[in-house]
């Protein structure tokens, strides 16, 4: 069966979606993972349960408030229309927003967990060395902690692929503008065309599949064998 051209567009659009999503997260969960794991102010408990708010609350709720937010009557949509720009509400824009918030937690944890199995030794003997903080950052925490990049980069571009309650929210089911998988997928079991929804859901059902599949691999690969 080959792919009708709306769904392929659908393919395109999401795999856009989630590579560009990809990398914000990582941009942004980057320095946040690492300052949850350095720091030891108050304010981390209260961070940490905001940044991992998504992993427990029902995607249509986020989704709810972030197109309120995003709508032309929420702070960014009246910003955005008081600099000459149009709502994010029902764009790609707002897609990409939508998708950083929604998968935040599954970059962020990743990325955390590997700087705290760094440590702090490493760093101390290149403090000894003369690097300065920047260098150890980027000289010894970030390739150190290298697993857990592709981890993160690959759960956050998995899940960002199943969106469903969040983007349908902000982005409404717009083809060829905001119309995903997912709610391809939707849309075709709705109308009982079960044959392009089996086509679609499988696809990123192995897709996913395989993604998890390397991240297994690559975190065993340098694991050192049970005795």
Avoid at 75 to 87: F, I, K
Wanted: hydrophobic fraction near 50%.
């Amino acid at each position: 069966m080959t792919l009708h051209p709306d769904d392929a567009t659908a393919l395109v659009l999401t795999l856009k979606l989630a590579s560009l999503s990809t990398a914000v997260l990582l941009l942004l969960g980057t320095p946040l993972g690492w300052w949850l794991d350095m720091t030891r102010r108050r304010l981390r408990p209260f961070i940490d349960s905001l940044v991992s708010l998504p992993l427990v609350l029902p995607p249509t709720v986020l989704g709810f408030y972030l197109l309120l937010f995003l709508g032309p009557d929420g702070p960014l949509g009246r910003l955005m229309t008081a600099t000459g720009g149009r709502p994010l509400a029902f764009t790609f824009a707002g897609l990409v927003i939508g998708s950083v918030v929604y998968s935040l937690p599954f970059v962020v944890q990743p990325i955390r967990d590997a700087f705290l199995g760094v440590g702090r030794l490493p760093l101390e003997a290149a403090a000894t060395l003369g690097a300065g903080p920047w260098d150890r950052f980027f000289s010894v925490a970030v390739p150190l902690a290298r697993r857990g990049f592709f981890t993160a980069a690959t759960l956050g571009f998995a899940h960002t692929l199943g969106e469903f309650g969040v983007v349908l929210m902000i982005g409404g089911n717009i083809p060829g503008k905001t119309q995903v998988l997912s709610i391809a997928i939707f849309d075709h079991v709705e109308a009982m065309d079960y044959g392009r929804a089996h086509l679609l859901a499988g696809g990123l059902l192995g897709l996913s599949f395989l993604l998890l599949l390397a991240v297994q691999f690559i975190n065993r690969r340098d694991r050192p064998e049970d005795s």
